[in-house]
């Protein structure tokens, strides 16, 4: 069963904008990550957060984690029409770290030009 | 090219047929994972590998489903008796052992029951 949901299930903006997508779990945690995937493609590894840190920045990327709610956010900022794919948050638990990953069900984002 | 392949990229089939497909993962990464996604929903984890054994297999791998990895590098999943609902998307991805959580992932396969 998916352990995350992620929050919109679909975002549309303009090109410049800023995108934010939720993702929230239900169990403890080791590292939480976020993917990227392209229509009919494999996942694409954008940022990993490990549970005891709060905000992690890579490029245009921001990720925070709030282990006290389970929820994690990732904001895109000046959002590209090259941004247009679906976002996942994936979870590995301490127990299973490093084997397998939890996935939500994904935020499609549209980024219209 | 050196990141995850994976062979076929589609495949079709009729109900009862029996499918495999396989994973080449990036040359040092000593573990394989295989997960399974269908339309609008995440992946799946199904099972993986540390080298060549076989560490840990989902509820979801059915008795029809088996996965290899002979030699630790090339793996195969082949699904016996395919059902229609067995049709979508087989990912492979692989990792490091140690230091890192990121699992790199390959195209995948999509495999269609008809």
């Known amino acids: 069963s998916q352990q995350g949901e992620e929050d919109p299930q679909a975002l549309s903006i303009q090109e410049g904008e800023n995108a934010t997508m939720n993702c929230s779990y239900k169990t403890s945690i080791n590292n939480l990550q976020w993917y990227r995937q392209n229509s009919g493609r494999g996942l694409v590894h954008l940022i990993l957060i490990r549970s005891n840190e709060r905000e992690k920045h890579s490029g245009r990327l921001r990720v925070t984690l709030d282990t006290s709610k389970k929820s994690s956010s990732l904001l895109i900022t000046a959002s590209r029409a090259a941004d247009t794919a679906s976002y996942f948050c994936a979870t590995d638990a301490p127990e299973t770290s490093g084997s397998r990953l939890t996935f939500g069900e994904g935020t499609q984002l549209t980024v219209n030009p | 090219d050196t990141g995850v392949s994976q062979d076929p990229r589609h495949k079709i089939t009729k109900r009862g047929q029996n499918v495999t497909f396989r994973c080449d993962p990036i040359?040092?990464?000593?573990?394989l994972y295989w997960y399974r996604q269908t339309l609008g929903q995440g992946p799946e984890f199904l099972t993986y590998?540390?080298?060549?054994?076989?560490?840990?297999k989902s509820r979801l791998l059915s008795d029809r489903f088996s996965a290899e990895r002979p030699k630790g590098s090339f793996s195969t999943l082949e699904i016996q008796r395919t059902e229609q609902g067995d049709s979508a998307m087989y990912l492979c991805?692989?990792?490091?052992?140690?230091?890192?959580?990121?699992?790199?992932f390959g195209p995948g396969t999509r495999l269609t029951v008809t």
């Open positions: 991805a692989s990792s490091i052992l140690q230091g890192s959580y990121e699992q790199y």
């Open positions: 040359s040092e990464h000593n573990r």
């Open positions: 590998f540390q080298n060549e054994a076989q560490l840990e």
